[in-house]
């Protein structure tokens, strides 16, 4: 049966349940990204435990605890000090070893998982019968996603327009589409509808597994219109909109570890470091956001199951607030002004 690349996973491979769990994952179906995402989670949390002589089948909570202390870059005994994680990436370690000790206490190996859960819902009691950890081991900390200024999105846009036919369309339609790495790399020749300048996205490719339709300016159309004619004239049989353009992997489907790489290298031309092919989906949102769309139509658009996900873009927007302001305390502010600056 098709199972996970163990050598990319060293200290899963030595651990029976824990190749029996990701290959179950495999069989069920979830995605490549995610089922690497636990391996990756898991084989650290393996490390760790070899290293400082933790049996990990039979981890308590303490123990556990310096597993997240050794994450957020503190000394833990047998190991040199690591630079600490981010939030998002200590809570995707914790998924993944939560995860995998269900696994333990579904197989009747151990009886009780040591890694407790937080309030999964707004006004349940914990989830955990430890009530310390209402919110799970970890606080999650929400930061907002940097957005470039005007000045700085017209640099880019400069930038972009020197490179090539094949990137400058793949950027566009990441911004237009508001599109995930993965929804951009694996877009189809057949996903495009240019009669009506749409863009399908497949269930599989998305990350909330649902397929949408988003769409792209009329300026593309000429650009793509050419680029389409010499993409089905190309001697390959992938059905991929956007190939390799490399001596390595040439006319193989790009793999979204290249698109990262070129937008990085297209922003470090226009002095952005911040920039990433994230930004573009924020950036397009956040747009649609202050043109005065709703949230569910951006929801919608976006591809959010859950439209709490969606006003994060409202926030960044500025215009709620603003209008709630105008609406409330517009005339008291104008008062403080004229009196402190004139006018």
Same mark, same amino acid.
């Given at each position: 049966?098709?199972?996970?690349?163990?050598?990319?996973?060293?200290?899963? @491979?030595?651990?029976?349940q824990g190749c029996l769990w990701l290959s179950l994952l495999d069989n069920l179906g979830r995605s490549p990204a995610t089922i690497d995402a636990?391996?990756?989670g898991l084989d650290q949390y393996l490390f760790f435990c070899t290293a400082v002589g933790i049996p990990a089948e039979a981890a308590t909570l303490a123990q556990v605890s310096l597993f997240v202390r050794y994450?957020? $870059?503190?000394?833990?005994?047998?190991?040199?000090?690591?630079?600490?994680? @981010? =939030?998002?990436?200590?809570?995707q370690r914790l998924s993944a070893i939560r995860l995998w000790y269900d696994h333990l206490v579904f197989e009747g190996i151990i009886h009780r998982n040591p890694v407790p859960r937080g309030q999964a819902v707004a006004g349940r009691g914990p989830l955990s019968e430890h009530v310390g950890f209402r919110y799970g081991l970890v606080r999650r900390s929400k930061l907002l996603p940097h957005?470039?200024?005007?000045? /700085?999105?017209?640099?880019?846009?400069?930038?972009?327009?020197?490179?090539?036919?094949?990137?400058?369309? &793949? !950027?566009?339609?990441?911004?237009? $589409?508001?599109?995930?790495?993965?929804?951009?790399?694996?877009l189809r020749v057949s996903d495009i509808d240019p009669a009506r300048r749409l863009l399908t996205i497949r269930a599989e490719t998305s990350k909330s597994a649902r397929p949408r339709v988003v769409c792209y300016s009329a300026v593309l159309c000429p650009v793509l219109a050419v680029y389409l004619h010499r993409r089905r004239n190309a001697a390959t049989?992938?059905?991929?909109? !956007?190939?390799? /353009?490399?001596d390595? =992997? !040439?006319?193989?489907? *790009?793999?979204k570890w290249s698109w990262s790489k070129t937008v990085r290298r297209l922003a470090l031309q226009a002095d952005m470091p911040l920039f990433s092919t994230h930004t573009l989906r924020h950036l397009r949102l956040t747009h649609l956001a202050r043109a005065g769309w709703c949230l569910h139509d951006i929801a919608t658009?976006?591809?959010?199951? =859950?439209?709490?996900?969606?006003t994060l873009y409202i926030h960044l927007s500025g215009?709620?607030?603003?209008?709630? *302001?105008? =609406? @409330?305390?517009?005339? &008291?502010? &104008?008062?403080? $002004?004229?009196?402190? !600056?004139?006018?």
């Open positions: 049966m098709p199972v996970p690349d163990w050598t990319r996973y060293p200290q899963v @491979s030595e651990n029976k636990y391996a990756r994450l957020r $870059g503190e000394a833990v005994p047998l190991l040199s000090v690591r630079p600490p994680v @981010s =939030n998002a990436t200590l809570h957005l470039p200024s005007d000045p /700085e999105w017209g640099r880019l846009q400069e930038v972009v327009a020197q490179d090539t036919v094949r990137n400058r369309l &793949m !950027f566009a339609l990441a911004y237009y $589409g508001a599109l995930r790495r993965e929804e951009l790399v694996n049989h992938s059905a991929a909109l !956007f190939l390799s /353009e490399s390595r =992997n !040439f006319r193989q489907p *790009i793999t658009y976006a591809g959010h199951r =859950n439209v709490q996900s969606t215009e709620d607030l603003l209008r709630k *302001i105008a =609406n @409330s305390v517009e005339q &008291m502010d &104008m008062k403080l $002004g004229n009196r402190v !600056f004139g006018g």
